[in-house]
Nanobody, 127 residues
Framework: HVQLVESGGGSVQAGGALRLSCAAS????????MGWFRQFPGKQREAVAT???????VYADSMKGRFTIAFDNAEKILYLEMNNLNDEDTALYRC??????????????????????WGEGTQVTVS
C-alpha cells in the first residue's frame, strides 16, 4: 500500500509560480512511475506530467515549457514546479503512483480510476 500526501498549493496571480510536493510512503516498487494530474470543479481530470524509474519525464502539451516534474528517490518526494501560471491552471492537483509502465504510457492512464494510488490533492487557484 502507498500513501501520498500533497502540499504547496495556494492562490497566486497570473504569471506567478508555485512548487507542489507529494510525500510518498509505503511500498514503492523499483519500477515505479509517478505523476500529477489535475481535477476541475466538474470532476473532469487532466493528466499533467509523469516520471518513471528511469528518470524519463513526459508532459501534457499545455504544460510543456512551464511545468517541471522531479522525484527525489531518497526522500520519496515528488515535485511539480509550475511557472507562468494562468487562470486555466486553477484546479485540484493530485499526485499518483503506480508501477510497471513507462512515463509515456502512464500519462495516458494517470487520471483513470485503475491507475494505482492517488493523493487527496492540493488546490491551486490562479487569478
Amino acid at each position: 500500500h502507498v500513501q501520498l500526501v500533497e502540499s504547496g498549493g495556494g492562490s497566486v496571480q497570473a504569471g506567478g509560480a508555485l512548487r507542489l510536493s507529494c510525500a510518498a510512503s509505503g511500498r514503492i516498487y523499483s519500477d515505479y512511475v509517478m505523476g500529477w494530474f489535475r481535477q476541475f470543479p466538474g470532476k473532469q481530470r487532466e493528466a499533467v506530467a509523469t516520471i518513471d524509474s528511469s528518470g524519463r519525464t513526459v508532459y501534457a502539451d499545455s504544460m510543456k515549457g512551464r511545468f517541471t516534474i522531479a522525484f527525489d528517490n531518497a526522500e520519496k518526494i515528488l515535485y511539480l514546479e509550475m511557472n507562468n501560471l494562468n487562470d486555466e491552471d486553477t484546479a485540484l492537483y493530485r499526485c499518483a503512483a503506480s508501477w510497471g509502465m513507462s512515463a509515456m504510457a502512464a500519462l495516458g492512464r494517470i487520471a483513470q480510476d485503475d491507475f494505482g494510488y492517488w493523493g487527496e490533492g492540493t488546490q491551486v487557484t490562479v487569478s
